[in-house]
């Protein structure tokens, strides 16, 4: 599943962070909603396993038309 | 009551006049205090099966008006299976072209993830033409 463009990190705890984290796995679980009695927005988690993510970068129109 | 005082040879009558009519019907009621009506055992029969008729109606309609959420339930389970197509980049760049120019007549921003997903093809090869059309200034990352 590797990619070319990618920078791997495999340690524990080495972590991404981003507006856009694609992810591929071979198993993904249901989202579980987290939240606790501080937090005002919710989140949600989900488990992948024998996975990779990458973050994503948003792309709008150049200057040079299609 | 009515069907009990008829099968006992009783009178016939569901009411008499003047008395307070006994409502067999669940429903609207009405201020008619006054009226007289033959029943046959055919007919309370024949209640008796619309009464078991609106009971079976009633249930499958609290069904319907809580399946929007089970359908939507469903629907964010359910995995869109994306076929990836096998292509070069001389073949998929005027389909990638073709579908950015759409895209973007309607969206501020794309991201190589919904083109690779719409069109079925592998997310490395929209990539590289992604940064093809960078260089081309056709596309920028947004903020950069």
Redesign the interface.
Known sequence: MSKPFLTYHTNENDAISGERIVLEARKLSKPTAISDKTSRHGAQRVKADKAEAWIERAYVAGTRKF | MAEEQIRAGGTPFLSSAGTTPTTLIEGEKTEITRFRMFITPEVLAEISNLRTEVNALKATVSEIKTEPEGAKRDLT?EIRVVEVKEMTIEEARPLV?EF??KY?EEN??????DVADELGLK??LV?EI?DI??K???????G?
Not at chain 2, 108 to 113: E, H, I, M, R, T
Request: aromatic share 12%.
């Open positions: 389970e072209e950015l120019r973007l501020k921003q794309v991201y190589p993830s997310y490395e990539k992604f059309l960078e081309e200034d056709r596309l920028k990352k947004r950069g």
